[in-house]
């Protein structure tokens, strides 16, 4: 797939969540809930510090009997992150899912967070274009186009 990333955020859109590095985890949860999101981008004056995942929740946090009210983001976010840019094609953003065992990658526009992509925004995306081109196929096969 040599489409980019950026037709997936025009579709889907370029909603950020984010959260600061101070908030507690429980704070950051709240706030993952609110929106129906599986992460929050850690931001600190506007630049990107960090990722806080499900993942994050469950093996930083729970698995570690980490207090989330007292405990803040930044000692439990992931904060080497990895990111794309909305050049980048869906082909090499599912290797890189798959490579680095990640589910939620920020889109870096010119150094500047622009959107988030998950891997189900790619799942889905992929989706949708295989159902298109199937029915596009069947619609050729059984001479559903005007010669």
């Known amino acids: 797939?040599?489409?980019?990333?950026?037709?997936?955020?025009e579709r889907k859109g370029r909603q950020v969540?984010?959260?600061?590095?101070?908030l507690t985890i429980a704070e950051a949860v709240a706030e993952m809930n609110r929106y129906r999101v599986g992460s929050v981008m850690v931001l600190d004056g506007g630049r990107l510090v960090g990722v806080f995942t499900e993942r994050d929740v469950l093996r930083r946090v729970v698995g570690a009997g980490v207090d989330p009210k007292t405990s803040k983001v930044?000692?439990?976010?992931?904060?080497d992150v990895i990111t794309i840019t909305p050049e980048t094609t869906i082909e090499e953003?599912?290797?890189?899912?798959t490579d680095k065992r990640c589910?939620?990658?920020p889109?870096?526009?010119q150094g500047r967070l622009s959107g988030t992509i998950s891997i189900g925004d790619v799942t889905r995306w992929m989706a949708d274009h295989h159902r298109a081109e199937?029915?596009?196929l069947k619609n050729y096969i059984t001479g559903g186009f005007p010669a």
């Not at 797939?1 to 955020?9: C, D, V």
């Not at 969540?17 to 101070?22: A, L, R």
């Not at 930044?74 to 904060?79: A, I, N």
């Not at 953003?93 to 899912?97: L, V």
């Open 1 to 9: 797939m040599n489409t980019s990333i950026s037709a997936i955020l």
């Open 103 to 105: 589910r939620h990658l």
């Open 74 to 79: 930044s000692e439990v976010m992931t904060p």
């Open 134 to 136: 199937a029915e596009h």
């Open 107 to 109: 889109v870096l526009d």
């Open 17 to 22: 969540y984010s959260v600061g590095p101070t």
């Open 93 to 97: 953003t599912m290797q890189i899912f």
